[in-house]
């Protein structure tokens, strides 16, 4: 082995005794149950849902109490118990006002909490549960979790808590103990895209998830199209501005990201003042707290940012004819005057006529109030600080897919043609299919966001155009967005957008094995997770597809989907013994009970530990390293140090 690597881990493990010790800590945790990890799709801005899947880890922190208190609590208490964990604030202010907090409620609280907090901590290190617990209770609470003794334990129980309520910290030590258990709950995190766009708040989503310890996003095309226009591409920040109108949703714009939006009420107003838009009223899935708008108004808005997101589009694909997406080139063969577009072969009339910014010589140039109106709002876009932090993440912790304990998790698809091969895209003038064209198109994101101003950021940021809604985008997977069709054309056959072969496909057992090869996967052990397309459970389709081989988690977090689907969205469970998958019912503030239906989906052939995981095989790697630096220091090639290794050993 390289020496100079050793002398580099010789500077951390000095000696033979702290190598040693160390080899023995990674493989007595190699030898731990594995953690729960969590699966999400498909949030969609339903922050109030989302949270309370979160807070009560799907409802597997209601089966911890049931199992740990069902034979001494009722079951009245053990749901207040619940709720109290999910929202501590706002139960012990309720509570209180009730006249319910009193010292023998908070005696047996911190009992019962403590007995979950045992329960939920189980499988993990000491050291892994300090590191969670905040630095003011790391004593009392190690103290609590780790008597054996039952004798000692009850008195040591006593006195602690007794101690507790005659200092006055109970109700923060209630509050914090919540918290520790919402945190030990999720062990990690995979997010397998569409955080953004139709509910109120992904900004709300987003700093939620950037408090998690260990999280991973998948991005979707949702996702895609807000990290394009937070890289300055001004189709992508129009389609952004044109959908959060079209929801009304005006909190995560200007409450959120601090976007302003003054500019597009102004132009809107002026240019279509005597236009009702009446085709552009806004659905209004949750009212604005922050920024109630007049609708008349949004409607001018909604489809004064269409016309422009719409010529923008069709000189994107002018620019780029490798894209083969001139059929979608619509504003390219729109009559403005007499209003009416020619769609392949076909003249269809439009439902409405009035396009005051749209000339028939040149109709995809944006006029010079659009022009500058599209200065101020990419400017805003490129100012928002909090934008900014949340695209960061995004990158930071997200890619185009992601291959975990044996798992392949993507948000769309593997574009396929008609024979189930692998579609390539023309990406920097190559051809990338399968694996590589979501690698490429993984550096392509990067640089879109990431360099500094030159023709590559720009050309990567269109390609995040394409990957919101071009036909062989793995994130999009259709043959078109239709949104154009949809706003003006009548006949109903032109809204259709057909799927990539890729979803008939991978119902079959053995192209999903043949994917999983592909990303270097056991076909025989993993899955594929995908998200993107809602399940419609009540028409009785299954999210388990190709025997098992496939789970589509799009549940319907978002309400707009609901109807579709007969229910409000999925998680998948994988903890040591099995995967599972738990329903949501639509989720209504201020009622506690939420606790989704599970269901086994697979069962281990044995519990499967720590050893069995991607971590597992890196502590592996270390142990081998560390084996290799024994050697060394037997042999004299290394000299030892005196001294412990620095900071303690906790490495997970
Ligand atoms: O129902 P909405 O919000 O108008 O969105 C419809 C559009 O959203 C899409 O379904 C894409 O969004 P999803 O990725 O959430 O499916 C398009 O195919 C379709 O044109
Ligand atoms: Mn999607």
Same mark, same amino acid.
């Given at each position: 082995m390289d020496k100079k690597y050793l002398q580099l881990l010789a500077k951390e493990f000095p000696n033979i005794d702290s190598a040693a010790s160390e080899i023995v800590n990674l493989s007595a945790i190699r030898s731990l149950p594995k953690g729960t990890e969590y699966f999400f799709s498909d949030m969609h801005g339903e922050y109030e849902a989302f949270l309370h899947m979160l807070k009560s880890a799907s409802g597997m922190i209601k089966i911890k109490i049931d199992l740990t208190l069902g034979k001494t609590v009722s079951s009245a208490e053990r749901e207040a118990l619940a709720a109290l964990i999910y929202y501590p604030d706002k139960e012990q202010k309720r509570l209180k006002k009730a006249g319910i907090l009193d010292d023998e409620w908070r005696r047996l609280t911190i009992y019962r909490l403590i007995l979950v907090l045992e329960a939920v901590s189980a499988k993990y290190t000491r050291s892994r549960v300090r590191k969670r617990i905040p630095q003011d209770m790391v004593y009392i609470l190690d103290e609590l979790l780790n008597v054996t003794d039952d004798v000692i334990k009850e008195y040591y129980y006593?006195?602690?808590?007794?101690?507790?309520?005659?200092?006055?910290?109970?109700?923060?030590?209630?509050?914090?103990?919540?918290?520790?258990?919402?945190?030990?709950?999720?062990?990690?995190?995979? @997010?397998?895209?569409?955080?953004?766009?139709?509910?109120?708040?992904?900004?709300?989503?987003?700093?939620?998830?950037?408090?998690m310890h260990d999280v991973d996003i998948q991005w979707g095309n949702h996702d895609i199209s807000w990290m394009g226009a937070a890289?300055?591409?001004?189709?992508?920040?129009?389609?952004? @501005?044109?959908?959060?109108?079209?929801?009304?949703?005006?909190?995560?714009?200007?409450?959120?990201?601090?976007?302003n939006l003054r500019a597009l009420a102004v132009f809107a107003g002026e240019v279509y003042k005597d236009d009702d838009c009446a085709l552009f009223m806004p659905q209004t899935l949750d009212d604005n707290i922050y920024d109630p708008v007049d609708t008349k108004l949004v409607a001018k808005m909604h489809?004064?940012?269409?016309?422009?997101?719409?010529?923008?589009?069709?000189?994107?694909?002018?620019?780029?004819?490798?894209?083969?997406?001139?059929?979608?080139?619509?504003?390219?063969?729109?009559?403005?005057?007499?209003?009416?577009?020619e769609l392949n072969g076909v003249r269809y009339e439009l439902l409405d006529k009035n396009f005051p910014t749209v000339s028939r010589e040149d109709p995809l140039a944006l006029t010079d109030e659009e022009n500058e109106l599209m200065t101020v709002l990419t400017n805003s876009f490129m100012h928002s600080e909090k934008l900014a932090e949340h695209m960061?993440?995004?990158?930071?912790?997200?890619?185009?897919?992601?291959?975990?304990?044996?798992?392949?998790?993507?948000?769309?698809?593997?574009?396929?043609?008609?024979?189930?091969?692998?579609?390539?895209?023309?990406?920097?003038?190559?051809?990338?299919?399968?694996?590589?064209?979501?690698?490429?198109?993984?550096?392509?994101?990067?640089?879109?966001?990431?360099?500094?101003?030159?023709?590559?950021?720009e050309n990567s940021a269109d390609m995040l155009w394409y990957l919101w809604c071009g036909p062989n985008s793995p994130l999009y997977g259709k043959d078109k967005m239709a949104f154009f069709e949809r706003y003006f054309i009548e006949d109903k056959s032109t809204h259709t957008e057909n799927y990539n072969a890729y979803y008939h496909f991978s119902e079959q057992a053995d192209v999903c094995r043949f994917i999983l090869r592909m990303f270097g996967l056991d076909p025989?052990?993993?899955?594929?997770?995908?998200?993107?397309?809602?399940?419609?459970?009540?028409?009785?389709?299954?999210?388990?597809?190709?025997?098992?081989?496939?789970?589509?988690?799009?549940?319907?977090?978002?309400?707009?989907?609901?109807?579709?689907?007969?229910?409000?969205?999925?998680?998948?469970?994988?903890?040591?013994?099995?995967?599972?998958?738990?329903?949501?019912?639509?989720?209504?503030?201020?009622?506690?009970?939420?606790?989704?239906?599970?269901?086994?989906?697979?069962?281990?052939?044995?519990?499967?530990?720590?050893?069995?995981?991607?971590?597992?095989?890196?502590?592996?790697?270390?142990?081998?390293?560390l084996r290799e630096l024994l050697k060394a220091y037997r042999s004299g090639t290394i000299k030892q140090k005196q001294g412990r290794r620095p900071n303690g050993n906790c490495i997970i």
């Open positions: 006593d006195e602690i808590i007794t101690t507790i309520l005659d200092t006055g910290i109970a109700d923060h030590f209630i509050n914090e103990l919540c918290k520790v258990i919402q945190s030990l709950a999720i062990d990690s995190l995979h @997010i397998i895209g569409d955080i953004f766009d139709r509910g109120p708040r992904a900004d709300i989503i987003l700093n939620e998830l950037m408090k890289s300055g591409n001004r189709a992508l920040i129009a389609n952004v @501005i044109r959908i959060s109108m079209r929801y009304n949703n005006f909190d995560i714009l200007e409450d959120g990201y601090g976007l489809k004064a940012i269409t016309i422009i997101q719409l010529k923008l589009e069709s000189q994107l694909i002018k620019r780029h004819p490798e894209w083969e997406m001139d059929g979608r080139d619509v504003f390219g063969n729109i009559d403005p005057v007499n209003g009416s577009v960061r993440f995004l990158y930071s912790n997200g890619s185009m897919y992601k291959t975990i304990n044996g798992n392949l998790l993507f948000h769309g698809c593997i574009p396929m043609d008609e024979n189930g091969k692998p579609l390539s895209l023309t990406i920097e003038g190559e051809q990338y299919s399968g694996k590589a064209m979501l690698d490429k198109l993984d550096e392509v994101a990067n640089k879109a966001y990431f360099l500094h101003p030159c023709d590559e950021k025989d052990r993993g899955h594929i997770i995908n998200g993107h397309v809602p399940v419609r459970i009540k028409n009785g389709e299954s999210p388990v597809k190709a025997g098992g081989k496939l789970f589509v988690i799009d549940g319907g977090i978002s309400k707009a989907y609901q109807k579709a689907t007969g229910i409000a969205g999925y998680t998948l469970i994988y903890d040591s013994h099995s995967l599972n998958l738990a329903q949501h019912q639509p989720f209504i503030a201020g009622e506690s009970e939420h606790t989704p239906t599970l269901s086994m989906v697979e069962r281990l052939e044995r519990r499967a530990n720590i050893s069995d995981t991607d971590k597992g095989a890196e502590l592996l790697g270390k142990i081998d390293d």
